[in-house]
């Protein structure tokens, strides 16, 4: 015999988790949309454990700022993410980086606004970082910096770069930016994988998704619950394309295989 959920239990969880995830009341539900960010997004997919809580906030934020999601609700996650302790006022800029490299620096830009905007809300004071770069650097050592930064967070050598487009990937993407540490190396995976999902383009999205997992960054289990997360943003149809990617790559990934199946 199965036993019956009962609707004000879920509409209640919802409440509580949504508090947690924005750190400010959930008003009423005036309508059906309304109802299932409780409902559903609130009550069951954020209270799913097979996501750290720090990761379901580095993809609401990603997603958030790239997916057309409202400022209100930007400045929501970025809220609880101040409130629940989950990520700092620096991890935060050190994110809106990220995010820029990503999905475009308006993209960047609107997250690191969001978060000037929250921190006056709250009080706190600007928070110093470090800078990109402080002295003159040598050109050929940037060039080789990056080249091992490629090798390492996407588990495979480049091929070194032959255009400009490249030149920039390899000096600021992976010579400066990615050897940050302001940012843990996981929580710039989770941005990433944001980012290259919502380009559409099927290079990025293969190798960063096993990448993911082949550097030890992320799990098997919990890239299947982000296509889940991924989606209430994106949307059912793209999440479902990433969600067939991410179960090829798993396999890829498990057989001792690259991305590409070899």
């Known amino acids: 015999m199965s036993t019956l959920l009962d609707p004000a239990e879920r509409s209640a969880r919802g409440i509580a988790t949504a508090l947690e995830a924005t750190g400010a009341a959930l008003p009423a539900p005036t309508s059906p949309i309304e109802e299932s960010w409780r409902d559903f997004i609130f009550a069951e997919v954020w209270t799913r454990p097979?996501?750290?809580?720090?990761?379901?906030?580095?993809?609401?934020?990603?997603?958030?700022?790239?997916?057309?999601?409202?400022?209100?609700?930007?400045?929501?996650?970025?809220?609880?993410?101040?409130?629940?302790?989950e990520l700092s006022h620096s991890e935060l800029r050190e994110a809106a980086l990220h995010l820029a490299v990503y999905s475009g620096w308006g993209n960047g830009g609107k997250l690191d606004r969001a978060v000037t905007r929250i921190a006056q809300e709250l009080g706190l004071e600007p928070v110093s970082y470090a800078p990109i770069r402080a002295a003159p650097w040598d050109a050929q050592v940037r060039n080789d910096q990056g080249e091992a930064e490629f090798t390492k967070v996407m588990t495979f050598?480049?091929?070194?770069?032959?255009?400009?487009?490249?030149q920039g990937i390899n000096n600021f993407v992976f010579g400066e930016m990615w050897c940050r540490r302001g940012?843990?190396?996981?929580?710039?995976?989770?941005?990433?994988?944001?980012?290259?999902?919502?380009?559409?383009?099927?290079?990025?999205?293969?190798s960063h998704i096993h990448s993911a997992m082949a550097s030890g960054n992320c799990q098997p289990d919990e890239l299947l619950e982000f296509v889940l997360q991924y989606g209430t943003h994106a949307g059912w149809p793209k999440a479902s394309r990433i969600n067939g990617i991410v179960q090829q790559q798993i396999a890829h990934f498990q057989g001792g295989k690259n991305w590409m199946g070899k």
């Open 50 to 85: 097979g996501l750290p809580r720090r990761a379901r906030f580095l993809v609401a934020l990603a997603s958030a700022a790239i997916c057309g999601l409202s400022e209100d609700q930007l400045d929501g996650f970025v809220r609880g993410a101040f409130k629940s302790g």
């Open 157 to 166: 050598p480049g091929g070194g770069p032959t255009s400009p487009f490249l």
């Open 183 to 206: 940012l843990d190396e996981p929580s710039r995976r989770w941005i990433t994988l944001v980012g290259v999902c919502e380009s559409g383009a099927e290079i990025p999205i293969n």
